[in-house]
Structure formats: C-alpha cells, structure tokens
C-alpha cells in the first residue's frame, strides 16, 4: 500500500474480515459476497487440519474439520476456493504457519492456472501477486499451537520459501510476523514489540546467512517482511506501541542488515484487534470494544496499519453470521470514509504523554531483546522454554487484576447488571454453524481425489521432496511439483515428518505460581482440597487436557497453574492429545477429575470420545469437566452425556471454577455431608 506524502489525504487501509468455514465452495461463495459489498481483500481462515497438515480422513481431524476454517486438501480444492477470484487482482492473507509453503505452492499454482487459461505469461502474473502468507511459526510454539517440526526444520521452511518468493514473487510478503496471538498468551506491550522483533531477528539472519539471497537483495527482503498485530482496547498504550514497534523496526533494519533505503525500512503492518478479549457475557458491549481498538492502530498517521480485519460481535460465542462480518467491515468503512481521519497529518507528534510512553516501551523492548540475543536468539528461546514462561507468568499476573477487580472488564467483572439482548432474542440464529454432514463430504471428497489422480506422479513427486528435504537445497520447487502432481496436504506433511520429525513445545505452566498475595477466597479453595486429600488418604490429581488439534493453549495453561497454586497435583502435557492418549493417562495417573479445554467447536464429537473411553477402561467414576467456547444448546447435550461440569468465558474466576472442581470430586466419592 503506497504511503502519500503529508500534504495527500492518506489511503484507506486494506479491509478485510477474516473468513472460511465448511468447504471451499461455501468459503468461495462468501468472499465473492465480502467482495462485492466493498472488502478490499481477503484473509481465508484454514480448518485445523489443514493447519496442523492432516488430510480430513486422519484420526486427529475428528470433528475439526470446516469448524474455525476452510480444509484444502489439495489442488483441486484452491481451485474452487478462489473460482471466478483474479489472483493477479487479489489481496490475499492466508492465515497459515507450518504448511505455509505448501498453500503458498497451491496458491501459485492456481495463478498459474489462470495466467494459461487467458493466454498470460505466467511470469507477468506471478509479479503481480500480492498478499500474505502468516509463515511465524515462533509464536506457534508460544500462543497458538499449530506447529509441526521443530525450530531447525521449520526455520529452513521459512528461509526457503522467503528467499523463492523474493525472485519469483516480488510483491508477495512470505512471512507476516505475528505478534498477534502473543497478546493473547499475556504478553505486555513492551514483551509483545521485543518477541515479535526477536524473531524477526532469527529469520533474517536466517536468509542472509542461508547464501540464497545476495547482500545487495537483503533490502527486497527486508521491505517484503510485514507484521500482524494485535490491539487491545487500552487503545493510548496500544498505538504508543505501533508507534514505538514502528521506530525499533526502522532501527533495527537499518543498524543491523544495513538497509539504507528508508522506505524499505517502514513498518508494513496489518491488525485484528483483540478476538479474545471479546466477553459472552453481555456480547453487545464488543461493538465499541472494536471500535476503540481499531482506532488504536488508525489514528498515528506515521503507525498507521496498513490492513485491518475486525472480529465480529458474536465471537465469543461461536463462528460470526455472514450479516456479523458485514457490521464488522461497515466499521471501518465508516471510519475510512465518512470521518476526517485520514487528511491530516499525524496528530500526535509532539505529544508529551505518547513520547514518554513510546519510549518506555522503547525502553523495555530493547532490554528484552538483548536478553533473548544474549540466550542465543528466539529459537534457544523457544526450546529453553524463556519466552512461552514469560508469557504464562504475564497472563497469570492479568487474570489475577481481572479477579481481583484492578481491572475492570464491563458487563464481566462489574456493571454485569443486564436486559435481555435483542441481538440473542429467543428464535433469532445468533451464530453460524457447520453441518456435520461437512466432514462426512470432506472425506469422501479427499479419498475419491486419491483415485482419480494420477497416482504415480504424485508418488515421484513425494519422493523427490524427500530426497530435497535431505539436502540444503531449496524445498519450494518440490513444493510445487507436488501441488501440480496432486499431492494432498497430509501427504505433503507427512513426507516432511518423516525427514524432519515432530515437536513438542514446552508449556511454561512450571513457571506460573502464585508468588504474590494468596487471598482469602484461594486460601478457603486450598483448605477444602487439604480436607479432602485428608478424607480420602491421597493427594488430589487433575489431567487437564487438550484433545483434538485446537492449540489455543492458554486456557489450559492458566488451569493449570491455578490448581497448582489450589494443591492438586496437576498433570499437563499439552496440546493435540487424542482422546485415547487423555483416557491412558488419566488411568496411569490415577486422577481424581479430567479437564479438557476445548475452543474449536469439536467440542460435541472429541469429549464423548474421552467420556466413552474412561468408562472401557473402567474409569467411568472419573467425572470429566469442560471449558471453552460452548454454545448454551451443546452445553446441554454434554451434562446430558455424562458431563460433570461445562465452563465457558463467562466463568472467568479460576478460583470459583477450582472451588466447583473440589465439589465434584466430593460428590463423585460421597463427601458430600
């Protein structure tokens, strides 16, 4: 997006609103219809399948397939995800991490498609391609959880696709840093500019040490690397941060790789204000929540976000209504077009507050970052568990001002007082939701691709991006040799695991406790579970668990170190356990309660699994809790299938939920009295 000079009135944003569901076909449909009413791009949310790479007929992808995205599972389904959508004209995000390469490959191919369909050159097409693949799998290991390899391997698959990117598609940004979900793993401002840098610091000594790009190219690579940020509502600290974030980056590409183009060194930045900071209770109080965060990254001119995506409303409590994303993107028309904002200068330079408060976070950053350099860098980070415990032992620290009243959440924690809402009025389809009926399709449509195409091509394909993996050589032409022979997205994956292996990131729950004022309410939580550890003759034990491939881990995480802080025994071992893997080890630890967190949507079809499994086992005594994003109809549905308790975002104090928890496992073994 060009930047005017200070005497142009400044160019819209990019709007977008962040969107798939079901198939490609009725993801297709709905961009056209986006489009049509005035989007200016598009931001296609994947299935978790299609994120964690797993095709829809893999065991891990029950029940979570069209739920949070579109599934592509190959060729054919990005042809119809884009049917009767210019590619050369388009504006796409995808939100994608580990199989970045992979859609990307899908994505080129399908343009390609399209240049020889209208007698193109291929070439003129693929230059004019403009968008943005996620491709930061750092903050996976972090917030969001849908990582495949390890560091090392994941790293290459970055540098590699960065680096074909820069010579073939010079307009594509290959890796949009995402400090996004930092935020909503607890990160602070000043945590969240140092992290997001930290590991834009890795990737690019990534690229310019992988000798596949010339040092006088480093500035085409620099100029391509664009952010995804998150914005909170404290909306002053939120735009001294994009003005701080905005500086620190100038520095940085300028000291560092020695770009002297200033231009190339500006900040290109796109947002979705803060999707987990939206409340069930009282869903209405969101619009204005929305509102002020957009402006947060809206109204510095010189931070200003050069894309925008809005959550809707609803979002809290389930996948947004076409109508929702409509009022999503009305917001920012609004405000791009029917205020001032955009014809004047930056009107905050000069401002005493915002100077002292951008060099605080300044300040805090540049500290951080030394610290993680000191380390070794953001990978060493990673792996030593630093950054992901600094981010729980935050989030602890913002739950607790949050309980303890310090921090006020409207309609949450105070003014909770309420009429009926309208917009949730008795008969009315507050959410959208995806026939089951979907993934039945899905994987009757991926098994019949695998007879129709041509199974030896893709075969040779497979092979050859083995024999590639092996090596140092770039991995992105093998890519595409494989998305035009008709490769699925497992079988992608699944070729790389075997080279590359899988990883498990560490949870930093370890670091989480409880070091300031106790309270009395955990106080008298923790005297209930001593009573009861006295009563049956053992110690309390809690499996929490994450089953399925939803890796939003912070609930969990924060469950976890509450217990912890209340005296259970806490057994926590992450993210994307199949339900056989929960059953075995609530049986092996001789738990007393399980609890899964569950966001996605699978929540119907992945907890009987565990329920139906405890009860083979003959742990069937075992009761089993819920939390996550539960609509009140399936909340029903799962108390009636055994459920003990079912806890959604509205119940926000852990301490109660802790308290709750004491008194199922008092009714299971008759302590009632």
Not at 241 to 263: I, P, Q, S
Not at 568 to 581: A, H, K, S
């Amino acid at each position: 997006m060009p930047y005017p000079t200070d005497r142009e009135r400044d160019r819209p944003w990019v709007m977008r609103t962040y969107a798939g569901h079901s198939s490609a076909a009725a993801s297709n449909e709905l961009y056209r219809r986006n489009l049509a009413k005035g989007q200016t791009g598009l931001s296609v949310a994947f299935d978790l399948p299609t994120q964690t790479g797993y095709d829809a007929d893999h065991k891990l992808s029950k029940g979570e397939v069209g739920k949070v995205g579109v599934p592509i599972a190959h060729i054919g389904d990005m042809r119809r995800l884009f049917e009767g959508i210019p590619l050369a004209e388009a504006n796409t995000s995808m939100t994608i991490n580990a199989p970045a390469m992979w859609l990307l490959a899908l994505y080129v191919t399908v343009a390609e498609e399209q240049a020889k369909a209208e007698n193109r050159d291929v070439d003129e097409v693929l230059a004019k391609l403009t968008g943005t693949t996620q491709n930061d799998i750092i903050k996976e290991y972090l917030s969001r959880g849908t990582y495949i390899f390890p560091p090392g391997p994941s790293l290459r698959l970055i540098t590699d696709m960065i680096a074909w990117t820069v010579h073939h598609v010079p307009k594509w940004n290959p890796i949009n840093i995402c400090s996004y979900h930092l935020q909503e793993a607890g990160a602070t401002p000043t945590q969240e500019v140092a992290y997001a840098l930290c590991t834009a610091i890795a990737v690019l000594d990534a690229v310019r040490d992988s000798g596949q790009v010339a040092e006088a190219d480093m500035a085409r690579v620099v100029a391509r690397i664009s952010f995804f940020v998150n914005a909170g509502v404290r909306f002053v600290e939120e735009m001294s941060k994009m003005r701080a974030f905005t500086a620190l980056w100038d520095e940085l590409t300028r000291d560092r790789y020695g770009v002297t183009d200033a231009k190339a060194r500006r900040l290109r930045y796109g947002v979705q204000v803060n999707s987990l900071g939206l409340t069930e209770a009282q869903p209405e109080n969101n619009v204005q929540r929305i509102v002020l965060e957009m402006l947060a990254v809206s109204l510095s001119r010189g931070a200003r976000a050069r894309a925008i995506q809005l959550p809707a409303w609803n979002e809290a409590l389930g996948l947004p209504r076409p109508w929702d994303q409509q009022w999503a993107l009305r917001m920012q028309q609004v405000l791009a077009y029917e205020t001032d904002l955009l014809e004047y200068e930056d009107i905050f330079d000069g401002s005493r507050v915002i100077e002292s408060k951008v060099d605080e976070i300044i300040t805090g950053a540049r500290e951080e970052i030394s610290r993680v350099q000191e380390m070794g860098g953001a990978v060493v980070a990673v792996e030593n568990g630093y950054m992901k415990s600094q981010l729980v032992s935050s989030l602890v620290e913002y739950r607790r001002g949050m309980e303890d009243g310090d921090r006020i959440l409207v309609g949450v924690n105070k003014f909770d007082t309420t009429e009926p809402s309208p917009l949730q009025a008795e008969g009315a389809k507050a959410i959208e939701t995806v026939d089951p009926a979907v993934e039945k399709e899905a994987v009757a449509a991926v098994e019949q691709w695998r007879e129709s195409r041509d199974n030896a091509a893709v075969e040779k394909s497979l092979t050859n991006l083995r024999a590639v993996a092996k090596t140092t050589d770039n991995l992105f032409e093998a890519t595409l040799s494989c998305a035009r022979a008709g490769v699925t997205t497992g079988e992608w994956a699944g070729a790389l695991r075997e080279e590359f292996g899988e990883y498990r990131a560490p949870t930093g729950v370890s670091a989480g406790a409880n070091s300031g004022d106790v309270g009395v309410e955990l106080t008298r939580v923790r005297e209930r579970v001593k009573a009861t550890n006295d009563e049956l003759g053992e110690r309390l034990r809690i499996l929490v668990g994450k089953p399925g491939l939803d890796g939003h881990s912070n609930g969990a995480e924060q469950v976890a170190v509450r217990a912890r802080d209340a005296g259970f025994e806490v057994i926590y071992q992450g993210i994307r356990l199949t339900p056989e893997q929960i059953v075995a080890a609530a049986v092996q630890e001789g738990v007393h309660v399980v609890g899964l967190s569950v966001l996605s949507g699978s929540h119907l079809e992945v907890v009987p699994e565990v329920v139906d499994g405890l009860r083979a086992a003959g742990a069937g005594d075992i009761p089993v809790i819920v939390g996550g994003i539960v609509p009140p109809d399936d909340e029903k549905l799962l108390l009636e299938r055994g459920i003990a308790r079912v806890f959604t975002p509205k119940d926000y104090e852990l301490t109660e939920i802790m308290d709750e928890i004491v008194t199922v496992i008092r009714e299971t073994h008759g302590l009632m009295s």
